[in-house]
């Protein structure tokens, strides 16, 4: 291996650590419990667990015909009717209420589960009647309840009242039918198509116990003493795990509700969905969610919107908050420091103890960085990656409490890399832009690498920037002068207000460097035919995106798909259709 590429080791730790900043570990586990279908009478007050909601069929069938519009198909949604008659002779959804939504009702009494489907009706026996076709056979009892059994031998029970239609699998658990559904579905389907949200304190406490027994098993499994791991990063590791499974506990208790949902945005030429998590008012986790306030960034010229991909993350916690998990922090990062000082114990190809304890000594510094800044309770960077078929350039900037530390740690590792004769060595303070110094390095292409050398150039330009209280790293052709501009225009920008985190990706720009460089000829021409359509209909509505944002004791996480990627996938499953209409050579 050679020594030169521990200083590229570096950068890349260097990029770690500044990911880590700008980004918050989050810890998930998955737990299985079996879920009980009673026909019991209901022991003690019944109360909504989940609600499932879909949008009325004629908000539907105009979300598939915009859906079909951007495949050049606007006939979509009326073909969703023609199918419907075909399959009900001629009758169509007749009986069925197609201006409100319908979906299925959870509730409980505390120990059991009973849901409840409801469908919006104008006439229940003419709806019951399109399933006769199908073997589906209806009686009704004495109770006035429909008795509705299946080609599969279940039956089903229904009843109307007040314009709905409760279908459950007992009769029992149509008494437990929500008075008003409509309050319920319809609170879900002002924003989505399709969408789900759990009230978690309603859940059978049994069941919240079933699943953080199931997670402290896999804790137990999981936290025995590795080989070669002495006592004490044992007991290091044991105490962080057991503070993250408190953690992980106390979420389950404070949690209130969990929504999901999805949507095609007609007005908004976009489609998107929504994970949404809220903790109950006053809880720990609320008042630490509410702490955060509204995040700003003085790395706003970072984010660029006209980027292939771009990032930015920011938030700000209340010091006191900080203080009471200070110590997890820290025993958190003391098991990263640990993890990889063993990792570079093991490796095999360091020429000599001296170069491994210059590594070891440069990771302790980034760690040591990356700790500080945590502790202060602030984050904030942003990055961006800018793809031509000629060229790339990337940009970033973050906050960092010490970078002296980040820049202790490079002249460690180049110290190492020197005594390789084909390391091409840094030039430290080769450039200076208000308060930040840039050491910059050359790496060289291999001229056997065509692809590399077009997109990059005979040498990948690398400069890293220290601030008073930033680190700055930029790389391409026009590399100093791209993160110039984007310093520049973050002192314009400064204080900016921006989600807790935003990632963006351009389709157009990936798919022309997909053809630049794709080497199967149909596949170049597909990626060629998207970037060209991309370029003259989208106009920069391209963007495939993800955001975050606080909510009134929660968060919200979005993931969006603007209309010329919908267009792109529309384009794509067309062309997948015809060539397979095509006939074989």
């Known amino acids: 291996m050679k ?80 199918m419907i008659a075909l399959f009900t002779q001629g009758k169509g959804l007749a009986g069925v209420d197609k201006s409100k939504p319908w979906g299925v009702v959870v509730q409980t009494d505390g120990e059991k589960l009973r849901p409840i489907g409801c469908l ?19 009686e009704e009892n004495s109770e006035g309840i ?64 079933q699943a953080i027994a199931a997670m402290q098993a896999g804790l137990k499994q999981g936290l025995e003493q590795q080989e070669g791991e002495d006592d004490a ?37 976009r489609a998107f969905a929504d994970f949404s998590y809220t903790f ?32 930015s993350a920011a938030s700000k916690t209340d010091p006191e908050l900080i203080k009471n998990d200070i110590e997890q922090i820290r025993a958190g990062i003391q098991t990263m420091r640990q993890q990889a000082m063993k990792a570079l114990d093991e490796e095999t190809e360091f020429p000599d103890d001296a170069t491994r304890d ?10 040591d960085a990356l700790q500080s800044t945590i502790e202060t309770g602030q984050m904030d960077g942003a990055a961006a990656l800018q793809l031509h078929p000629e060229k ?21 590792l180049a110290a190492a890399a020197e005594k390789d004769p084909d390391f091409p060595g840094v030039q430290w303070n080769a450039a200076t832009h208000g308060n930040v110094n840039f050491h910059t390095i050359k790496v060289p292409v291999p001229d056997t690498d065509a692809n590399t050398r077009r997109l990059l150039g005979e040498e990948l330009n690398v400069a890293i920037g220290i601030g008073s209280d930033a680190v700055y790293v930029a790389m391409g052709p026009d590399y100093l002068e791209a993160v110039n501009q984007a310093i520049d225009a973050s002192k314009t920008d400064a204080n900016k207000a921006v989600p807790p985190f935003e990632v963006s990706a351009s389709l157009g720009q990936i798919m022309a460097m997909a053809a630049a460089y794709e080497e199967n000829a149909d596949q170049k021409q597909l990626a060629q035919s998207i970037a060209d359509m991309l370029q003259g209909e989208a106009q920069g509505r391209d963007h495939l995106r993800m955001v975050g944002k606080f909510i009134p004791n929660g968060l919200r996480y979005r993931f969006e798909a603007e209309e010329g990627v919908l267009r ?17 050579n």
């Open 3 to 82: 020594r030169h590429s521990y200083f590229a080791y570096g950068l890349l730790a260097a990029a770690v650590v500044g990911a880590t900043l700008g980004t918050t570990a989050q810890t998930s586990v998955w737990a299985q419990a079996s879920i009980q279908i009673t026909d019991q009478e209901p022991a003690s007050e019944t109360k909504t667990l989940a609600v499932i909601a879909v949008n009325s069929y004629d908000e539907l069938v105009a979300d598939i015909g915009f859906a079909g519009s951007l495949a050049d198909r606007p006939e979509t949604g009326q073909m969703i009717d023609g």
């Open 146 to 209: 429909k008795v509705i059994s299946m080609p599969n031998q279940r039956t089903l029970y229904a009843k109307a009242k007040g314009g709905w239609a409760f279908l459950s699998l007992s009769t029992e658990s149509l008494a437990c039918a929500p008075s008003d559904p409509a309050s319920l579905l319809t609170k879900l389907v002002a924003e989505y198509d399709v969408a789900a949200r759990i009230s978690v304190p309603n859940a059978p406490e049994m069941y919240k116990q």
């Open 233 to 269: 990063k044992f007991e290091a590791r044991r105490q962080l795990a057991e503070a993250q499974m408190k953690q992980i506990v106390e979420m389950i208790q404070e949690i209130d509700e969990v929504t999901m949902g999805w949507a095609l945005d007609a007005k908004e030429q």
């Open 392 to 412: 790339m350039t990337l940009v970033a900037g973050m906050l960092v409490k010490d970078p002296s530390k980040i820049e202790g740690a490079l002249k460690k």
């Open 120 to 138: 919006p009706v104008t006439n229940l026996d003419e709806v019951l009647s399109l399933t006769q076709p199908f073997g589906v056979q209806v």
């Open 568 to 584: 792109a996938n529309g384009k794509a499953v067309a062309d997948a259709q015809a060539k397979a209409q095509q006939p074989n």
């Open 280 to 311: 109950l008012p006053d809880s720990k986790m609320a008042k630490q969610m509410n702490s955060y306030g509204q995040p700003q960034t003085n790395f706003a010229g970072f984010y660029q919107s006209d980027a292939a991909l771009t990032m």
């Open 358 to 367: 210059a590594v070891k000594a440069a990771m302790n510094d980034f760690i």
